[in-house]
C-alpha cells in the first residue's frame, strides 16, 4: 500500500538519485535517461530546466572526476534527448 502522506521528490532529487544510481548500476544509465527525457516533457516542458541544470552540475563533476566514460555518454545523451 502506497503512504499516502509520502511527497513527491523534487525534479533535482530525481536527477541526483539517477546519477547515484547509474554510477552504482551503470546498466540502468539508459532507462533512467528516459526517465529523465520524460520529465523534460511533462508539465509544458517548465521541467526541462531544472533536468538540464542538474544534469549540467553532474557532467561538469563528472569531467573533473575519474569517471568511466559510458557514464558520461550516458548522461550527456540525456542531456541532449532533453531537448529535441
Do not use: Y
Not at 566514460?69 to 545523451?77: E, P, S, V
Amino acid at each position: 500500500m502506497l503512504d499516502e502522506s509520502a511527497e513527491t521528490p523534487s525534479i533535482q532529487q530525481l536527477v541526483d538519485g539517477s546519477v547515484a544510481t547509474v554510477a552504482q548500476m551503470p546498466a540502468a544509465a539508459f532507462p533512467l535517461a528516459d526517465m529523465l527525457v520524460s520529465l523534460c516533457g511533462q508539465e509544458a516542458g517548465k521541467n526541462k530546466q531544472q533536468v538540464f541544470g542538474g544534469l549540467v552540475q553532474h557532467i561538469k563533476r563528472l569531467a573533473a572526476a575519474q569517471v568511466s566514460r559510458f557514464h558520461k555518454f550516458a548522461f550527456l545523451t540525456a542531456l541532449l534527448l532533453c531537448f529535441p
